[in-house]
């Protein structure tokens, strides 16, 4: 079993900055791949960023692109989420996500979950 932890999210206006991290627990071995989804009052959950263990695959929603930045620090089992530019459309609740197998952008592929840290964005 893996534990995932999210921080670091909180109330922001319209192009500022937040960092999110996601602390995972529980075994020995890293996931391969961890993930950031977000999900706002009445949609869906989407995938907003992902990265393998070796960091030899990294993905963004064309949403994110060039706003966000995903990271791993493998030795202390964190993953982080540079956001810039905020949007008021950012707004969400954003979840740490994780599977052993190769990254996806699909939620039902991921089988560990953190409880969610609120960005909220003003406009």
């Known amino acids: 079993q893996v534990q995932l932890v999210e921080s670091g999210g909180g109330l922001v206006q319209a192009g500022g900055s937040l960092r999110l991290s996601c602390a995972a627990s529980?075994?020995?071995?890293?996931?391969?791949?961890m993930a950031w989804f977000r999900q706002a009052p009445g949609k869906e959950r989407e995938f907003v960023a992902a990265?393998?263990?070796?960091?030899?695959?990294?993905d963004y929603a064309d949403s994110v692109k060039g706003r966000f930045t995903v990271e791993r620090d493998v030795a202390k089992n964190t993953m982080s989420l540079q956001m810039n530019s905020l949007k008021p459309e950012d707004t969400a609740v954003y979840y740490c996500?994780?599977?052993?197998?190769?990254?996806?952008?699909?939620?039902?592929?991921?089988?560990?979950w953190g409880q969610g840290t609120q960005v909220t964005v003003s406009s």
């Open positions: 990265i393998t263990r070796t960091h030899t695959s990294i």
């Open positions: 529980g075994r020995t071995s890293s996931p391969y791949g």
């Open positions: 996500a994780a599977r052993d197998g190769i990254i996806t952008t699909r939620p039902v592929d991921y089988v560990f």
